[in-house]
Each structure stands twice: as structure tokens, then as C-alpha cells.
């Protein structure tokens, strides 16, 4: 018989991409692990690489999923920005109950709650609900919001412009990085560990208003970065412009910047230091990480001026 597997999904993600980060943390310990993926392609060799198990299979698409779950008693819940999440996690949990899934780490998102303004929100909620009443032992985790949006939004106008703007205004957002996500849910998985409860909120200990943020990326790039205040309409143009924004996330981000400006960002805690016994990353780390390419792509657009 073969050694039962964690069952990561969601390991191509190009967003917070914590799945991938997931597989190579397992396996570096020396874990079984099956990664799903929707396509073979070059994301998924490097997942064969680090020694992973990969599989092919959609939320959406009820028969692959059973390939998935096979021989899996822990599993890593994994859904995009993005509609569905109600129908994907109703497939999952079906098949997981027929399979013997038993426990299960949600990345969930801090927003998550019956009466959110973001309809994204309301329905990683019910999808919270579902994966319960299907029986598993389940952690959902309610991250902060990733430091990685602030790439996805405005690296480009950080780039040309020395500039981020969006309608978060002057309140302050609960941040989280990306790989503190993934840190939490790989000691999680292997641990099968409950004891922090079935919803635990997961952020950085940094609370910080956008004019906090253009302050660290200006002195970690040395470069001066200003920050623009949006009306709703005018960030809403911005986002539709964005290739790699989807016109649900384009409303889920709407609804956050409401819910911020009722000043209703998510509390601090200190899971990450106590799930992972690491200090969680700060802004200016991730900035840190990312100087040098923004750096050279800053350069780039100032020599393409001058030619
Ligand atoms: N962004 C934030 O600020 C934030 C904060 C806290 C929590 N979260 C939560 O984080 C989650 C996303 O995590 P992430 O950023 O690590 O993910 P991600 O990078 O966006 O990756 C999403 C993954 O899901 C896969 N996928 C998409 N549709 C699928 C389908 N129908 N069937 C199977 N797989 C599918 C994608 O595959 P392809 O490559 O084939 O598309 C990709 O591998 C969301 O639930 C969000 O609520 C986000």
C-alpha cells in the first residue's frame, strides 16, 4: 500500500502563489505530496522536480477530482480571487467525504464573513461553511491582506511613474506576506494540528495606511514613491486595465477599500510567530526581496527616455 499524501491545490498560483511555496516546505521535509494542477505545463515539471506527485484535475470538473483525493488524508484548500469558490468547494468536499479526506487547511481570506460589502468575501465564507459541515477537521485561515497586491496593482506605475494609487485612502490595512501564508499552512498540513482553533486570523504584526507604504518602498528603492488617492470609479478604470485583474477581484478590491474606510481592518496577531515559531516578514523585507529587478526595470524606463 502506498504512504498516504498531502494534497496541495492551487500549486500554480501566480497571485500569492503560496501553493508551489507548499509543496517545496513538505517536501523538503521529506513528505508525500500531490499537487493539482489544471495543465501540464512548465509550472507543473518544476513541481515534478521538487519531487511532487502531480495531478490533473479542476474544482469545477467533479470526476477529476477523485483522482486528487485518492490515498489523501490532508489536504490544502486552494481557490483563486475569482467566482466559483461556492460550486468548487461543494466538489471538493463531496469527493472528500466518499475519499477519507480528513483534515483540511483552508486559505481562507480575512475578509471572509456572511455580510461583507465584497461579494468575493461573502462567498469564501459560505465555502468556510461547507468544508465544515462536510466533516473534515478544518483550519480556515483569514489572512490580511498580501503585501504581493501591491505589486499586482501599481509595479507597473511604481515603475514609470513613482507612483501607487488605488481608494484605500489614509486607513490603515492589515497586512500579510504571501510566503507567511504558505509558512503557516505547511506546519499546519504537517502537523494536522487544530489546537489554534477552526478559524484562525493570520496577519503581519504591521497595520499600515498606504502613505506608510510609498514612505518604505521610497527608502528601501531610494527613490521618492507618492501615493494618489482614488475615487471607487476612477480605481475601478485602473483595474479593468490590468490584464491580470479579473472583474470579480476588480469588486472584491471595491469592497475591501469600503470596508476599510468603515475602519474595519482585521485585528493584529501574532499566529504566524506562533504556528511557525518564525517572526512573520514586514514590508520592507518584501520590498527588500523585490528591489534589485524593480530597481533595473526603473532603470530601463529611464534609459528608453533619454534615447
Ligand atoms: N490576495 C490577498 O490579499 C489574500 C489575502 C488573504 C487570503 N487570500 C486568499 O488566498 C487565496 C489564493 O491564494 P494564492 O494567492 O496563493 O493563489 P493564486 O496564486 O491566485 O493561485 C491560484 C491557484 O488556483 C488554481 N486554480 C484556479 N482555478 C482552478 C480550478 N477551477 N480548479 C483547480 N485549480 C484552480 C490556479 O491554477 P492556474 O494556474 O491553472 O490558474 C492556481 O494554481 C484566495 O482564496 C484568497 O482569498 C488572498
Known amino acids: 500500500m502506498s504512504k498516504p499524501s498531502i494534497l496541495v491545490t492551487g500549486a500554480t498560483g501566480r497571485h500569492g502563489g503560496t501553493g508551489i511555496r507548499i509543496v517545496e516546505i513538505l517536501r523538503s521535509q521529506g513528505f508525500f505530496v500531490k499537487a493539482m494542477v489544471r495543465r501540464k505545463d512548465e509550472r507543473s515539471l518544476l513541481l515534478e522536480k521538487m519531487g511532487a506527485e502531480v495531478v490533473e484535475a479542476d474544482f469545477h470538473n467533479y470526476p477529476s477530482l477523485a483522482q486528487a ?39 481562507s481570506m480575512g475578509a471572509s464573513h456572511p455580510v461583507s460589502p465584497s461579494p468575493l468575501a461573502r462567498a469564501q465564507w459560505m465555502s468556510e461553511q461547507i468544508l465544515t459541515w462536510a466533516g ?14 501591491i505589486l499586482l496593482f501599481s509595479e507597473q506605475s511604481i515603475i514609470t511613474q513613482g507612483r501607487i ?6 486607513n490603515s490595512i492589515t497586512w500579510l506576506a504571501a510566503e507567511d501564508m504558505a509558512q503557516v499552512s ?20 504591521e497595520r499600515i495606511p498606504l502613505a506608510e507604504v510609498v514612505r518604505i518602498f521610497s527608502s528601501v528603492l531610494g527613490k521618492p514613491i507618492q501615493f494618489e488617492n482614488l475615487e471607487f470609479d476612477e480605481w475601478r478604470k485602473h483595474l479593468r486595465e490590468n490584464p491580470r485583474i479579473n472583474p470579480e477581484m476588480i469588486e472584491h478590491l471595491i469592497g475591501l477599500a469600503k470596508l476599510i474606510q468603515r475602519q474595519n481592518a482585521m485585528p493584529l496577531v501574532n499566529t504566524v510567530e506562533q ?6 516578514i514586514l514590508l520592507a523585507e518584501f520590498v527588500q526581496k523585490h528591489r ?10 529611464n534609459l528608453a527616455t533619454f534615447e
Do not use: M, W
Open 186 to 205: 505547511a506546519k499546519l498540513l504537517s502537523t494536522k494540528n487544530t489546537s489554534f482553533g477552526s478559524v484562525v486570523p493570520i496577519t503581519a504584526n
Open 292 to 301: 534589485e529587478r524593480l530597481l533595473n526595470k526603473i532603470a530601463q524606463v
Open 165 to 170: 494609487a488605488n481608494s484605500f485612502g489614509d
Open 69 to 107: 483525493l485518492a490515498g489523501v488524508k490532508q489536504a490544502y484548500f486552494c481557490y483563486p480571487v475569482a467566482s466559483g469558490i461556492v460550486e468548487a468547494t461543494t466538489n471538493f468536499a463531496a469527493v472528500g467525504r466518499e475519499s477519507g479526506l480528513e483534515y483540511v487547511v483552508n486559505n
Open 275 to 280: 504556528i511557525t515559531g518564525k517572526q512573520p
Open 136 to 149: 473534515f477537521d478544518c483550519v480556515h485561515l483569514r489572512g490580511g491582506f498580501f503585501f504581493e497586491n
